[in-house]
């Protein structure tokens, strides 16, 4: 029997570079710490990767899908696994006051690629630093982390007993850990 991929929806501004307010130049990305460690981890254990980013600049008419691209590009060139490294990619360009199509919290995206790859909703997990990212992950009915730096928990989704698969962690190097050492079933991690 094959084993179910483990797939891993990352959020990009605060999670993987540093969030800074509608990112145009993409001399300005920055890996945060350990991000490219981590996702190394998380590609040797071959999980799918996917990144789901909400670029509101793209709407409000700050930054074009085109700044957003070369970012992009520029963070995969530092994170060194080349332009492949995501099994597929949704800028959601809504504004807030725009009908939400991709925007999180709307788990749309993640529901169509839990379809188009048949994943089991239990092995995916929506990784990212703000509540919507939380909702997303909660609203798709997978596993929602939230990263948290500084250990401030900004969101109150967590006290809610219906929400218990939800976790945090300071980082996605941290996170990486915890998720590589729970697939290889280390009983030393707690489930
Ligand atoms: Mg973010």
Known sequence: MIATKTAIFLDRDGTIIADKNY?????????????RDAISSLKSAQCMLFLFSN?????????SMDDV????LRMMELLGHGSNIFDAI?????SPDDTPVYRKPSPR?????????????????????KESDVLAGINAQINAILIAPDGEVKTSLFEHQENKGTRVFPSLFEFSKWLIGKIQGDPKIRR
């Open 23 to 35: 990112l145009k130049d993409p001399s300005g990305v920055e890996l945060l710490p350990e991000a």
């Open 55 to 63: 670029q509101s600049g793209v709407g409000r008419g700050i930054i």
């Open 69 to 72: 691209y070369r970012c992009n």
């Open 90 to 94: 949704c800028i959601a360009p809504e």
């Open 109 to 129: 995206f993640i529901v169509e690629m839990v379809e188009k790859f048949d994943l089991s909703k239990e092995n995916c997990y929506m990784v990212g630093d």
